[in-house]
């Protein structure tokens, strides 16, 4: 289906007669989608053979893509009409300020040159540093491919003993990966080149990751770990008499020209080539369009130049790594570790886990990472908290029949709590569960252990260091199948661990999802989701099924708990989707974290109802309040002298109006004098003992309905509504009632959505 190229390009009367849907302009501006915006760089003599080829195989999807065709300025095409390049192709600067899916740089028969003598060399580095930005997935092509291996990572090309020509046998270096989706084992290419790659010198980058290679002629295909480049070194998209233009066009030059390797029946070059690379070449181009274009794109082109694009954020199955998390509780005994090793190993997807301390078992019971706590404070009476945790893990180690030496990982911490300083041990003790625990874990699944504390790093005061994490990370898990990385902590500088906050195994599963550029990040916990309302006052409510991170974060900051605050961020600017899951009912779909809702055809319209009691409602008036901006100021200062946190406030013609907690009343009371005294005519009214209930909705701001129904609810209980903010960024609701109205309010609203 559509592809459309520009009205009257050659390709489109040659594909046409093919059979190929080319759509023209005319045509392609009645579909109302969002059309992919494809840039080919067309470096090639032969043009018009080029761009034909290449629009063949991007015509070859059900999407459609809008070409556009960029030529270097500062060389001028010398076997195609001046017409022809100024009918289709611009120039760099007539498309700097755009953006695009995706770009394709295609070879150039300038390879016997350094790159810096080439013509053009300049310009093109111009174009490739924009495209880093400006561009989601470039596609490099045979010498375009080794242009841009030496410009992003300074990777050499050398000279082949003799020139690699012919059709050549490919295979696969990593058949999980989604650009050879649906490759078999082995396929052929074509290659047209004097020059390789610096082999050893691309599968030893840390940002780069080999796919597939020819035993013959070396690498075939590459991409950057962050999917954004692709580096093909041979030509897929040539036709079946290419190889045997150029075989002639040699030939006229140096009649000791080879015939091109595996291309011509019985090597008779008067025989009709036969083709045996066109299925690949379909499948390869259209695996790029839909997993590293389509799917992955923002759909506001726009974004592009933020980072923020979305990875995958398709639901399907297509997702070929997946990290996974498991909290305390789905680690808190043996039947909870063989849970989790069904889940593991019921998706070989799933190959990076992330584990917390063994939780509790039940109400009454203690988690490990408390009895470290205890044991680092309680002096003498260490041993006795050390003597439970260790019986803790053995015995699980024991029901699982797992040969593990609980004792000897306990007596190391034993012996540092004996001679070290308590300051010296701070976030050293409470790791240790997770070390522990993940250990056996990785032993009890046959993954391998890696510690946190050699690769997520902390700098000197303490901030986790993203960036130099995310590369040691990364390079490190590359490296293993299948991997157990505890929770909760790294190490500092000087080689110290420190922990996160509490509950910090989260950010610790988002960190190894976004170092390993997973396609989702698993978080198995002990519900089945995000509930819709809180379950002690709605009775058995839904669990949401997508919310956005954006959503996550009001609800958190409602009070709705669930993920660790700041999880979403490590894996936000990736777009890495967050599904929250229960270890005890796996079959659960759980709740979907995504960057981008519209993706996902879904009928919810709200998200999530948060509510807490303990508010009031301090309102100031005084003439011109909300005109005069050095009143409302004075106003904000007070409050904001006596540490007073507001939760929202509104603004009237002559009033000012705050919710607070009334934990603050004292320092309210301190705050409305001051008020008095120092602005003459101020009065107040304040009104106690009020609960506060938001209701979060994406759809907030464009869904009359919503609030109709939230307001028609509580109407109909006659429940009088004592706040109400709509919302600052659409995404909310606030509203405060009595708090002897608080339970109903949140049933009665729960009810019209759920
Ligand atoms: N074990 C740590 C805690 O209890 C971290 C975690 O479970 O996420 O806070």
Redesign the pocket.
Same mark, same amino acid.
């Given at each position: 289906m559509p592809i459309k190229v520009p009205n009257n390009l050659p390709a489109v009367e040659i594909l046409t007669k093919e059979n190929v849907f080319v759509m023209t302009d005319t045509r392609a501006m009645t579909q109302d989608i969002r059309p992919l915006q494809i840039l080919i760089l067309n470096l090639m003599p032969t043009k018009v053979e080029t761009e034909t080829q290449l629009t063949r195989l991007l015509g070859n999807s059900p999407l459609q893509v809008e070409l556009e065709l960029l030529q270097t300025s500062t060389h001028k095409a010398k076997n195609v009409s001046e017409e022809h390049m100024i009918a289709f192709y611009k120039t760099f600067d007539q498309v700097r300020n755009k953006y695009y899916d995706g770009m394709i740089i295609t070879g150039a028969p300038v390879e016997l040159m350094e790159f810096e003598e080439v013509e053009y060399w300049d310009e093109l580095c111009e174009i490739m540093e924009w495209s880093k930005t400006h561009v989601h997935s470039t596609f490099h092509i045979c010498w375009g491919a080794q242009a841009g291996l030496y410009y992003h990572y300074g990777i050499k090309k050398k000279r082949l003993p003799e020139k690699a020509c012919g059709v050549f046998l490919h295979t696969l270096e990593y058949k999980t990966g989604m650009l050879f989706r649906g490759f078999d084992d082995e396929f052929y290419v074509p290659h047209s080149r004097y020059t390789g790659l610096d082999d050893e010198a691309v599968f030893s980058h840390p940002d780069l990751r080999v796919i597939s290679i020819s035993p013959e002629v070396g690498i075939f295909a590459l991409k950057s770990i962050d999917d954004k480049q692709i580096f093909i070194t041979g030509h897929s998209e040539y036709d079946a008499d290419t190889l045997r233009n150029e075989y002639l066009r040699d030939l006229a030059i140096d009649p000791n020209t080879k015939i091109p390797y595996n291309y011509f029946p019985d090597d008779n070059p008067e025989a009709e080539p036969q083709v045996s690379w066109r299925s690949c070449a379909n499948l390869l181009y259209s695996n790029w369009l839909n997993y590293f274009v389509y799917q992955s794109t923002p759909f506001d082109l726009n974004d592009i130049k933020t980072g923020a694009t979305p990875k995958h954020e398709l639901v399907t199955d297509n997702f070929d790594l997946i990290t996974v998390k498991f !909290? *305390?509780s789905s680690l808190a005994d043996a039947n909870q570790f063989k849970k989790v090793s069904g889940i593991v190993k019921s998706d070989p997807r799933r190959r990076f886990v992330v584990a #917390?301390?063994p !939780?509790k078992r039940n109400s009454d019971d203690i988690?490990i990472?408390d009895l470290l706590l205890k044991s680092m404070n309680a002096g003498d009476d260490a041993d006795k908290y050390l003597d439970l945790i260790e019986e803790r893990y053995s015995g699980i180690a024991e029901e699982l029949g797992v040969s593990f030496d609980a004792k000897a990982e306990v007596n190391l911490i034993r012996d540092r709590i004996k001679k070290e300083s308590k300051e010296s041990l701070l976030d050293y003790v409470p790791s240790r +569960?997770?070390y522990i625990g993940s250990k056996l874990l990785a032993k009890y699944i046959g993954f391998d252990f890696i510690d946190a504390g050699e690769f997520i790093k902390f700098d000197a005061e303490g901030n986790y260091d993203k960036d130099v994490t995310e590369r040691l990370l990364g390079d490190e898990l590359h490296k293993h199948d299948y991997a157990v990385i505890p *929770?909760?902590y790294g190490s500092l500088p000087d080689g110290r661990i420190k922990t996160f906050s509490? !509950? +910090? #195994?989260?950010i610790t599963g988002a960190i190894v999802a976004a170092s390993t550029g997973s396609d989702l990040y698993e978080n198995w916990t002990d519900v089945s989701g995000l509930l819709m309302a809180d379950p002690r006052i709605v009775e058995k409510p839904v669990s949401v099924p997508l919310i956005t991170y954006r959503e996550l974060r009001e609800l958190s900051y409602l009070g709705a708990e669930v993920l660790?605050a700041d999880t979403v961020f490590q894996v936000a600017s990736k777009g890495i989707p967050i599904n929250i899951k229960n270890t005890n009912a796996p079959g659960d779909a759980g709740t979907l974290i995504v960057n981008n809702a519209r993706y996902y055809s879904n009928a919810q319209d709200i998200s999530g109802l948060s509510g807490a009691r303990g508010y009031m409602n301090v309102t100031v008036q005084l003439a011109h309040l909300n005109e005069k901006s050095e009143l409302r100021e004075h106003v904000l200062d007070i409050f904001e002298s006596k540490g007073i946190k507001i939760e929202t406030m509104m603004t009237g013609v002559d009033s000012m109006s705050f919710l607070v907690k009334e934990s603050f009343k004292a320092d309210v009371e301190d705050a409305l004098s001051e008020i008095k005294e120092k602005m003459p005519g101020a009065s107040e009214e304040t009104l106690s003992d009020l609960a506060m209930i938001g209701v979060v909705g994406r759809d907030m701001g464009t869904s009359p309905n919503i609030a109709i129904k939230i307001l028609s609810a509580l109407a109909a209980l006659k429940i009088n509504i004592k706040f109400l903010d709509h919302g600052a960024g659409n995404l909310h609701m606030i509203l405060a009632v009595d708090d002897k109205d608080y339970e109903n309010a949140v049933r009665a609203i729960y009810q019209q959505f759920a």
């Open positions: !909290g *305390g #917390s301390a !939780g988690k990472t +569960g997770e *929770g909760f509490r !509950g +910090g #195994s989260d660790h």
